[in-house]
């Protein structure tokens, strides 16, 4: 199970509410154009989103096709969130951890996820699980903050004495676990693992790796204040799978 969930604080929760993507959706994200490219079509699919957030993805599927939708996350707030901004007759929200979820066999067609694997001490099982649920054929995309970005645990880059800065840390690569970072202000629990460990623990689920990509900020983010800095470092990771058929 999930150790915290930071979302449900009020503090935290409308700092992230304040957020590009939150008040943009999809087009406030800078991956979202890789990450777009990665998934499959959607129409006559069943979709399970998990960590799904505002809704934003679970509202793309719908709006291409998707036969039903199921959006789980483990925040109320987001929730709530979702069901104001992304509400649609084929969409069904579920509070629940996505560690603690249970499905048939083949429940689904596509499983996605955005940013939330980094909150998951346990990701062996829960790619065993996703690999049951879907169903022969089927296909998992996904993204999480880069093995790079979490390494070190801060997230923070390394100034001067004047605040400029420096470079960004990594250290501490292969000691894989518990780190205690700063987002938005506030200390959160994520987990950092290798990208060797991404990857080869899809493979030994079965999957099929179709693409990996490390998505650089898009041109035309690029005034953003200190957007500039991010082709400094790489901070996310997007992942496709695939299950072959039997």
Same mark, same amino acid.
């Not at 084929?90 to 996820?113: P, R, W």
């Not at 346990?122 to 296909?139: K, M, P, T, V, Y």
């Not at 800065?165 to 994520?190: C, M, Q, T, W």
């Given at each position: 199970?999930?150790?915290?969930?930071?979302?449900?604080?009020?503090?935290?929760?409308?700092?992230? #509410? /304040?957020?590009?993507?939150?008040?943009?959706?999809?087009?406030?994200?800078?991956?979202?154009?890789?990450?777009?490219?990665?998934?499959?079509?959607?129409?006559?699919?069943?979709?399970?989103?998990? =960590?799904? =957030?505002?809704?934003?993805?679970?509202?793309?599927?719908? /709006?291409?096709?998707?036969? #039903?939708?199921?959006?789980? &996350?483990?925040?109320?707030?987001?929730?709530?969130?979702?069901?104001?901004?992304?509400?649609?007759?084929?969409?069904?929200?579920?509070?629940?951890?996505?560690? /603690?979820? #249970?499905? /048939?066999?083949?429940?689904?067609?596509?499983?996605? #996820?955005?940013?939330?694997?980094?909150?998951?001490?346990?990701?062996?099982?829960?790619?065993?699980?996703?690999?049951?649920?879907?169903?022969?054929?089927?296909?998992?995309?996904?993204?999480?903050?880069?093995?790079?970005?979490?390494?070190?645990?801060?997230?923070?880059?390394?100034?001067?004495?004047?605040?400029?800065?420096?470079?960004?840390?990594?250290?501490?690569?292969?000691?894989?676990?518990?780190?205690?970072?700063?987002?938005? =202000?506030?200390?959160?629990?994520?987990?950092?693992? *290798?990208? *060797?460990?991404?990857?080869?623990?899809?493979?030994?689920?079965?999957?099929?790796?179709?693409?990996?990509?490390?998505?650089?900020?898009?041109?035309?983010?690029? &005034?953003?204040? =200190?957007?500039? &800095?991010?082709?400094?470092?790489?901070?996310?990771?997007?992942?496709?799978?695939?299950?072959?058929?039997?």
């Amino acid at each position: 199970m999930m150790k915290e969930n930071k979302y449900d604080d009020e503090v935290f929760f409308k700092k992230y #509410s /304040e957020m590009s993507r939150s008040k943009y959706g999809l087009k406030g994200a800078g991956e979202w154009y890789q990450f777009k490219k990665l998934l499959p079509d959607f129409k006559g699919k069943r979709v399970l989103d998990l =960590g799904c =957030g505002y809704g934003w993805h679970c509202a793309y599927a719908a /709006e291409n096709g998707a036969n #039903s939708v199921l959006g789980v &996350d483990l925040s109320e707030k987001m929730l709530q969130a979702a069901a104001q901004k992304n509400h649609a007759p084929v969409i069904t929200y579920m509070h629940s951890a996505m560690e /603690e979820l #249970s499905f /048939e066999k083949g429940s689904f067609d596509c499983v996605i #996820s955005s940013l939330a694997f980094h909150y998951v001490k346990d990701i062996e099982s829960l790619f065993r699980n996703i690999f049951c649920w879907l169903a022969d054929g089927g296909d998992f995309v996904f993204s999480c903050e880069h093995p790079v970005f979490t390494a070190e645990g801060s997230q923070e880059w390394y100034c001067d004495e004047k605040g400029n800065i420096l470079h960004f840390p990594v250290d501490n690569y292969y000691y894989e676990g518990k780190r205690s970072a700063v987002f938005l =202000g506030e200390r959160v629990v994520k987990y950092h693992r *290798t990208l *060797t460990t991404y990857l080869n623990t899809l493979l030994d689920c079965g999957f099929e790796i179709k693409s990996v990509v490390e998505p650089a900020p898009p041109q035309d983010m690029m &005034d953003i204040p =200190g957007m500039a &800095d991010e082709m400094r470092r790489p901070m996310m990771l997007l992942v496709s799978v695939h299950k072959k058929k039997a």
